[in-house]
């Protein structure tokens, strides 16, 4: 699946860095090359002979290693790659990459790369969670950045928390996924996912049932044959899948905005559970309880409908544009006459009345409706429906039979 490709691996230093071994194996079973360059700190957790071994391949761990310098310049090394994977990636190697710094080879290639960059984060909780860390975070996000991780769970350190390395099976997936040639290969798709929160006050929403669990796997499914998956989602259960490109919104407003701006696009998922009113005076202040047998009363105003208006757009419509429709009574009759009325190619169906088990569970029974009618698909994994459905979308905007 990574035949060919060839892999510019910076270890940087944490105890995770052991992993980092167990992924240049993983990494190579797929047919991958892998590069390593051993920061500093990393050789003191990995040592170059063990990297070396396991890709054999030369390690890199100095900048002013002339012999290197006249085989391959810097330049050349960070250029060479198909990808730049960044695992561990410390809090000092991330603050580096967010303010341009280049005080050692690692730094310095990954300045000097015109590569995509995937870096899956490890360090402890309080680092993780610390403003400055948050803040370079969502510079490289905004910088096209790719993220795998990190993720919850018990630290060497003895804490438990947000900061973990994600497994080397899922990051070699994620690089898997970023570098894929698949059918959806340079096309681009816009996914929806999750609830929106609509804000009472600073302290109370409204907001759909939505474990984002759906759209979560329709993004995975996508980037898996190749489609560069741009990810809105609102406040999800489900962490958003490694290495997509993933734009956090809390309201039905932003999320449009959101998918408005990713436009132009080849298709669009639009799996979110909006919420269809947002409170038309939400208070800036926390509402206070009043004398007993008050209450407030809300006013509601209509949210933006962001699939109908897509759909609807006479200039820069995607191709293909999907909805969603969980319903709990007359499943067809009510999502067909939704794909009219909102003007999209497809809406999937799913009956979410509570028997089915569907809403918040492992398994969907969808149908699909398009201009050729329903097809009703058998109980499946959400991951199934998503593969499937990709593999439709596939087949319709990039000609490959699904
Ligand atoms: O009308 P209903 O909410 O059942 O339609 C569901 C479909 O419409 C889903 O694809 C959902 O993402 C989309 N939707 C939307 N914006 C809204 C409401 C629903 O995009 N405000």
Same mark, same amino acid.
């Given at each position: 699946m990574l035949a060919g490709k060839r892999i510019l691996l910076i270890i940087g230093g944490g105890?995770? %860095?052991?992993k980092s071994l167990i992924l240049i194996r993983q990494l190579r079973e797929r047919g991958a090359t892998v590069v390593p360059v051993i920061t500093r700190a990393g050789q003191a957790f990995v040592t170059p002979l063990s990297a070396s071994a396991l890709s054999a391949e030369k390690v890199y761990t100095d900048l002013f290693d002339l012999t290197d310098e006249a085989e391959m310049g810097h330049i050349e090394l960070s250029r060479d790659a198909d990808l730049v994977v960044v695992a561990p990636a410390t809090a000092d190697l991330l603050g580096k990459m967010a303010h341009g710094l280049a005080d050692d080879l690692a730094s310095t290639l990954l300045l000097a790369t015109d590569k995509r960059v995937l870096v899956a984060p490890a360090m402890n909780v309080r680092m993780w969670e610390h403003p400055a860390v948050q803040r370079n975070v969502a510079t490289l996000k905004s910088d096209g950045i790719l993220f795998a991780g990190p993720t919850e769970g018990a630290m060497a350190c003895g804490e438990f928390g947000l900061g973990r390395l994600v497994e080397p099976d899922e990051i070699a997936d994620a690089v898997a996924a970023t570098l894929s040639q698949g059918p959806l290969a340079g096309r681009h798709v816009i996914v929806t996912s999750g609830p929106t929160h609509e804000p009472i006050d600073p302290v109370r929403y409204i907001a759909n049932r939505s474990s984002g669990a759906q759209g979560t796997a329709m993004a995975a499914a996508l980037a898996g044959l190749g489609a560069h998956v741009t990810f809105v989602t609102g406040p999800a259960d489900v962490p958003p899948p490694a290495g997509v490109a993933t734009v956090r919104v809390e309201t039905a407003s932003e999320m449009l905005d959101a998918v408005r701006a990713a436009l132009p696009a080849d298709a669009a998922v639009f799996a979110a559970a909006v919420a269809?009113?947002?409170?038309?005076? %939400? #208070?800036d202040k926390k509402i206070k309880k009043g004398d007993a047998g008050t209450m407030p009363s809300l006013d509601f105003a209509e949210n933006p409908d962001i699939l109908a208006t897509v759909s609807q757009?006479? +200039?820069?419509?995607?191709p293909l544009v999907i909805g969603f429709a969980a319903e709990t009574d007359d499943v067809v009759a009510n999502a067909t006459a939704k794909r009219a009325r909102k003007q999209c190619d497809w809406i999937v169906a799913n009956d979410v #009345?509570? +028997?089915?088990?569907?809403?918040?569970?492992q398994d969907n029974t969808v149908i699909v409706i398009s201009a050729e009618g329903a097809d009703t698909w058998p109980r499946m994994g959400k991951d199934q429906v998503a593969r499937k459905l990709a593999a439709k979308i596939a087949a319709e905007i990039a000609g490959t039979p699904a």
């Open positions: 105890v995770a %860095a052991f269809d009113w947002r409170v038309a005076s %939400a #208070s757009m006479t +200039e820069g419509r995607p #009345s509570p +028997e089915t088990g569907n809403m918040g569970g």
